[in-house]
């Protein structure tokens, strides 16, 4: 009985949307001509009384594709080393990567009743804008993700605790930063979904979404 309140309170929170935090390192800003290099998600889950939580990680390394442009200042920023054997050996290429990614978010969607996955990031822009050339790229035709629409960590933290940088604002919401770990997919990604959880839980416990829910089943039984 939890477990079906829970997954109604997800499909009714974010309008049957399932919010998945995504963070990519790429191999400079152009998301046409640049590589991605390593890919990330974290899907979220909801307790019965509809606390937003981080639930599975999924993270690989990715092959730049053929004709990829890798900008030595990414790689100084990244940390990420190209060639380092025993990334040749575990990385995937996009096509691989991206469908290892979006199987479980697609499982993650029909478990919590929703319909479609939406992005969340920090500074979302540059991660969709990123996903979205690879998935062309790819010829993927069933993107789990809303091709546009998403949510910027930035943006909400810069009005929930007025910082926009993420070890900031992290460490603003009382969330552990290792900037030595930054800049890896794995741990933004991580960092950023507890990050979205906490303000999302925050803005609940003050009464935002319940409040707004009352009034909209007020003004459906007017």
Known sequence: MSEAIAR????????????????????????QGDAVLEIAAVTLTMDPEGNLL??????????????????QTALDFTGI???????????????EALNEIF??????IKAHDCTRAILVGHNA????????????????????FHPFSSFDTATLA?????????????????????????HSARYDTERTAELFCAMVNRYKDLGGWQLAQREQEMDAND
């Open 8 to 31: 109604e309170l997800m499909a009714q929170r974010f309008r049957s949307y399932l919010p998945v935090v995504v963070d990519l390192e790429t191999g400079g800003f152009n998301a």
């Open 54 to 71: 981080p639930d599975a990680t999924y993270a690989y390394h990715v092959q730049p594709f053929e004709g990829a442009n890798v900008e």
């Open 81 to 95: 080393n190209l060639d380092d054997p025993l990334r040749h050996q575990i990385a995937l290429s996009e096509a």
């Open 103 to 108: 199987r479980p978010i697609r499982k993650s």
């Open 125 to 144: 822009a540059f991660d969709q804008g990123f996903l979205n050339a690879a998935v062309n790229r790819c010829g993927i035709k069933r993107n789990p």
């Open 158 to 182: 810069g009005l929930v605790y007025g910082q926009t940088v993420l070890a900031r604002a992290c460490r603003a919401a009382g969330i552990e930063f290792d900037n030595k770990a930054a």
